[in-house]
């Protein structure tokens, strides 16, 4: 579990709070992948990808501003909205959870994990 930092709004341990502050994650986490350097590094680290054409980086970076614009799925991140409800003062790890919603995306432009 990871402390709450000072960007993040104080938990109060309501659901809209929760809410809140896992969608927060989120986008910090699509903010990172919408540079350059944090997305080749994702696509290296992570589908072991060197290089893709600048069309598909456009539609990518397309469809990752997108989703950062969207509410959370309650029912992709239900379980993560319930520990955060119980305790109010930790975020539980999120990242896997923001990781299979982000790698939709990539999956749609052909990048699979190996």
Known sequence: MTELTSNQPAAVGSMTQAIENIRLARNQYILNLLTKEGLDSFLENQFQTFAITNTKREFLLRD???????????????????ACKANPQQIPEHEPFIFREVEIIFKKYGLDRP
């Open 64 to 82: 990752l501003r997108e989703l950062s614009k969207l509410p959370l799925d309650l029912v992709h991140y239900a379980t993560l909205i319930q």
